[in-house]
């Protein structure tokens, strides 16, 4: 009868196992920001994450595997964020004009200011079609927004016969104005005044949704 060998993963294994991946995928995000997908190899990968090219492969297969996995990392974390910013300002029974308010205010100081999102931009922006997610996880942002906005519709909150083009409006009129204010703020332009976008937003986007 043929032995059948096989091995178990001990705890301390597991976690030297995941310290690995980890380690691969915060060198192959380094590199891939400030190298481009097609300059860093595995290589390089391998000599910053200080391990062999061997366990590289092991963990992920190929390049374009590292690429996918260190986007959707990178996507995941924004996901938490915003679903965070949802859950904890969009309350039930909440001034809805303060609670849009907070809501953007934490996208546009949390989310669009963190590293987070600085990698997501300059990782998506790889010209290359295999190197993007799939629409359903690009769009998971927006879809849990329209959940909540088709929640506020229900309870009278406001009128949102199409709760997902109610989203792209109110994305439009805050956030999107902001995130285009702190570009160009970049690009040398002078200090964005954010609050007075978002609020003049929220304001805008609620006498065109707020019933009566």
Do not use: C, W
């Not at 991946?21 to 391998?46: C, K, N, T, W």
């Not at 295999?130 to 909150?157: N, S, T, V």
């Not at 792209?168 to 956030?175: E, K, P």
């Amino acid at each position: 009868m043929p032995k059948v060998i096989a091995e178990v993963q001990t705890p301390g294994r597991r976690r030297r196992s995941e310290g690995k991946r980890a380690a691969i995928l915060d060198a192959a995000e380094a590199l891939f920001i400030s190298e481009g997908y097609e300059r860093a190899g595995v290589d390089a990968i391998a000599g910053r994450a200080q391990v062999s090219k061997r366990t590289v492969y092991d963990h992920f297969g190929d390049k374009e595997t590292i690429f996918l996995r260190v986007l959707e990392r990178v996507n995941d974390a924004l996901v938490t964020t915003i679903r965070a910013a949802i859950d904890e300002e969009l309350l039930p029974g909440r001034d809805l004009q303060e609670a849009l308010t907070a809501f953007g205010h934490r996208i546009v100081d949390r989310a669009l200011a963190s590293s987070d999102y600085f990698a997501f931009r300059h990782l998506d922006a790889q010209q290359r079609p295999a190197l993007r997610l799939p629409e359903a996880d690009r769009d998971r942002p927006e879809r849990m927004l329209e959940k909540r906005f088709a929640e506020l519709a229900a309870e009278g909150a406001i009128r949102a016969p199409d709760p997902a083009l109610a989203v792209r409006h109110f994305t439009a009129l805050t956030i999107g104005l902001a995130r285009e204010a702190v570009t160009a703020q970049r690009a040398g332009a002078r200090p964005p005044d954010t609050a007075a976008i978002i609020a003049d937003g929220v304001a805008a986007f609620l006498r065109a949704y707020r019933p009566g």
